[in-house]
């Protein structure tokens, strides 16, 4: 219809709404919504895929010491995802469904023996066998950003967990794994990749860092950068327990209360949970020449180790056992508790001043020490230099 220049009202009119509807469809796909909306279009949270830990599209981390039986402990939850069966605590209900496993360490021979051995042992179905897929990689040069084509060839199967054994082998090239601003590109590719099985919940296998575990909080348990425990979901360790072969799980998880820590024992291939055990009596965790005392370091033995000149570990070491007049073994453990304590082995040289309750301590590689100053004194240094 021809329209009158004139008619400067109607135009006016027709203009207004017109901006009113483009300005209406910007901000609803501008990805904004008011909680109103949210309510009303995510009534529920995500279906589970263990309950109480892990729901559908969130990702998981598994932390453990090297040799602990991660992989066992992984086909063991494998399976018990598959059989729709609950694993360890009655309350830890699993969907049913199907199972992608990556393994990156193990010959195609030792998986069958492994999966097959495991199966048996747990008395399930041996029909089970058929909801687990398995994509072997030991000896191919292969990473993280090459996954989402090969689980695309899983998209008509109802997998509800993907595993991923371990994390570290399918780092890209260049990716330093103790760089938060890596870690997170990592976790957030993760994330993307999940929409290509919908349903499905990601469980990544990965180890801790060396020396005690004991005094660190869960969410510092695991090797490389710190952003891993707090990209997940969910973020489960295990901690050696100081009867041997029996292990402390304890987990911190987003979409769930945080479980209780509880206490395992490993007898190859299943892990069993021990009821009535501390779940508090980690390895090294106790007092040196005590049986029912935590070992608590306090800054005036901190201080009695640094001193005005560098030291190797060994030497700390030995002035530890001149110290305290124990074996070298305790001299050691005591050690180990301190650079726990004040997170000093994942340093290097590039990272400099660690402030460390009232010192500083400068680290390098090779765990050396060097005596510290007050942070009062510190930060007037620093003012004094304009930094």
């Given at each position: ?47 589970f895929v263990i309950q109480g830990i892990i ?136 994330d993307s990749v999940m929409h290509i099985l ?190």
């Amino acid at each position: 219809m021809k329209r009158d220049a004139n008619d400067v009202e109607n135009l006016t009119e027709e203009t207004s709404s017109r901006l009113k509807q483009a300005e209406e469809n910007m901000q609803a796909n501008s990805g904004w919504l008011n909680i109103s909306q949210l309510s009303a279009g995510y009534p529920e949270l995500r279906n589970f895929v263990i309950q109480g830990i892990i729901r559908e599209g969130e990702v998981m981390n598994l932390i453990a010491p090297p040799k602990s039986g991660k992989s066992i402990l992984a086909a063991n939850i494998a399976y018990h995802v598959a059989a729709g069966r609950p694993i360890f605590h009655h309350d830890w209900q699993t969907c049913g469904g199907e199972i992608a496993i990556i393994d990156t360490e193990l010959h195609k021979e030792t998986i069958s023996h492994r999966m097959n051995l495991v199966l048996k042992e747990l008395k399930f179905d041996p029909e089970l066998k058929s909801k687990v897929h398995v994509f072997p990689l030991r000896g191919k040069q292969m990473s993280l950003f090459e996954l989402a084509e090969n689980l695309i060839v899983l998209k008509q199967k109802k997998i509800k967990l993907i595993i991923i054994d371990c994390l570290y082998k399918l780092l890209p090239k260049g990716v330093d794994e103790n760089s938060n601003s890596d870690m997170i590109q990592i976790y957030n590719y993760l994330d993307s990749v999940m929409h290509i099985l919908p349903g499905s919940a990601m469980l990544l296998i990965h180890h801790s860092s060396k020396g005690s575990q004991f005094s660190k909080s869960v969410s510092d348990v695991g090797s490389g950068a710190g952003v891993q425990s707090r990209a997940t979901d969910c973020h489960m360790i295990l901690r050696e327990h100081e009867q041997n072969k029996h292990f402390v799980i304890d987990a911190i998880t987003r979409s769930f209360k945080r479980p209780e820590p509880f206490v395992v024992k490993y007898e190859y291939p299943l892990y069993h949970i021990c009821e009535g055990m501390n779940a508090e009596d980690y390895k090294g965790s106790k007092k040196i020449g005590e049986k029912n005392e935590k070992y608590e370091i306090t800054n005036e033995e901190f201080l009695l180790v640094l001193t005005d000149s560098w030291h190797s570990k060994k030497q700390v070491v030995s002035d530890l056992r001149n110290q305290y007049s124990v074996s070298y073994k305790a001299a050691e453990l005591l050690l180990e508790n301190i650079i726990a304590k004040f997170e000093l082995e994942s340093l290097t040289s590039q990272d400099g001043e660690k402030i460390c309750d009232d010192f500083i301590c400068l680290n390098i590689k090779g765990l050396k020490f060097k005596k510290g100053v007050s942070n009062e004194s510190e930060n007037s240094q620093r003012n004094d230099t304009g930094f």
